[in-house]
Antibody
Framework: EVQLVESGGGVVRPGGSLRLSCAAS????????MNWVRQVPGKGLEWVSG????????DYADSVKGRFTISRDNAKNSLYLQMNSLRAEDTALYHC??????????????WGQGTTVTVSS | DIQMTQSPSSLSASVGDRVTITCRAS??????LNWYQQKPGKAPKLLLY???SLQSGVPSRFSGSGSGTDFTLTITSLQPEDSATYYC?????????FGQGTKVEI
């Protein structure tokens, strides 16, 4: 079964750091680009970051650029999001999601259920 | 950044109705437009990619059209299980922005 399982969420104070992980199974992980997408409860979806199949290219939303770093370990079938200088507005459910193909042009077809990040003093 | 604007923000329709949701991009994105369905408490589900290509397993009552800046998602013969929020997303360039969503109530 193709599956993505996120972990690492929690409660952190403003200015703090957190590292999210996403464990992939059921498919050849290094055939696909991967992404992080977040959602504030009751609000819309926000694409946060994406990384290509070998980790050689990555992009970020303006809201997290310079604070968040996406990475992957293909040997461990894992995706990561290092989040530094966290702000209250980073509070959300964070999903990892797989690009539908080797290209990032055709949507995200597999999603995890998400891990919750709460930034609060 | 490319802004994606959906309309309407919400709609109410009946079983069997034909429903159309529109999505407008602030710049031309060719056909790099995707549609997702999200039900409460669930992860989003890819419905269509490249504006009009149906994702595997998605019922054929869902269809998409458009190119450039204007796109539509059409649901023919609305079913009770189609009650959800629908999002468009551009994948032309990073950041790969989403529309604000359209809530469909039945």
């Amino acid at each position: 079964e193709v599956q993505l399982v996120e972990s690492g969420g929690g409660v952190v104070r403003p200015g703090g750091s957190l590292r999210l992980s996403c464990a992939a199974s059921g498919f050849t992980f290094d055939d696909y680009g991967m992404n992080w997408v977040r959602q504030v409860p009751g609000k819309g979806l926000e694409w946060v970051s994406g990384i290509n199949w070998n980790g050689g290219g990555s992009d970020y939303a303006d809201s997290v650029k310079g604070r968040f770093t996406i990475s992957r370990d293909n040997a461990k079938n894992s995706l990561y999001l290092q989040m530094n200088s966290l702000r209250a507005e980073d509070t959300a459910l964070y999903h990892c999601a797989r690009d539908r193909s080797t290209s990032s042009y055709f949507g995200m077809d597999v999603w995890g259920q998400g891990t919750t990040v709460t930034v609060s003093s | 950044d490319i802004q994606m604007t959906q309309s309407p923000s919400s709609l109410s329709a009946s079983v069997g109705d034909r429903v159309t949701i529109t999505c407008r991009a602030s710049l031309s994105i060719s056909t790099y437009l995707n549609w997702y369905q999200q039900k409460p408490g669930k992860a989003p589900k890819l419905l269509l990619y490249a504006a009009s290509s149906l994702q595997s397993g998605v019922p054929s009552r869902f269809s998409g059209s458009g190119s450039g800046t204007d796109f539509t998602l059409t649901i023919t013969s609305l079913q009770p299980e189609d009650s959800a929020t629908y999002y468009c997303q551009q994948s032309f360039t990073a950041p790969r922005t989403f529309g604000q969503g359209t809530k469909v109530e039945i």
